[in-house]
Structures are given as structure tokens and as C-alpha cells.
């Protein structure tokens, strides 16, 4: 499960904070969405993720390493 905003927001902001609830999948995957992402790493060490956008939308993927009990908080930053 992930938390973000509307789809037509993202252009708007400059960091987006997901928050991946579901510990147990390793790749995500956000459909439709099409904007430009300047980095995306992961908040409580500073990693990047790994990460891709194509026709389907955004993918990314979690390592176990990187994963939190919780909460495991990605910052992506996106152009205004």
C-alpha cells in the first residue's frame, strides 16, 4: 500500500513522500503516471532507488535491505 497524492498534484510539488506500508513486495508500481522525477531515495538512509518510468507507469523497487517494519518512506522530487 502506498499513500501520495492525486495523480494531477504531482506537478505541483517538489517532494513526495510515499510511504510503502506493505513490507513483504519487493517492486511497485504506480499506474499512469508520466511525470519527470529529478531523484528518488529512500528517507531514513539516503539510498536511491531503483526506479523506472515507461508507457505503464512508475516502477520501483524495494531491497529487503531497505525495508522498514512500518513505514518505509521513499522522497521522490519532481520538477514544479
Known amino acids: 500500500t502506498y499513500i501520495l497524492p ?3 498534484d504531482f506537478d505541483a510539488c517538489k517532494p513526495v513522500f ?10 511497485y ?3 499512469g503516471f508520466s511525470g519527470k522525477i ?18 505503464f507507469g ?9 525495508r522498514e ?3 518505509t518512506i521513499i522522497r521522490m522530487v519532481v520538477p514544479q
Open 29 to 31: 508500481l504506480i499506474s
Open 18 to 27: 510515499l510511504h510503502i506500508l506493505d513490507e513483504t513486495k519487493d517492486s
Open 38 to 55: 529529478r531523484s528518488m531515495v529512500f528517507e531514513s538512509t539516503g539510498s536511491k532507488v531503483d526506479y523506472a518510468v515507461n508507457e
Open 58 to 66: 512508475l516502477t520501483f523497487k524495494i531491497p529487503e535491505s531497505e
Open 69 to 71: 517494519d512500518i513505514d
Open 6 to 8: 492525486d495523480a494531477n
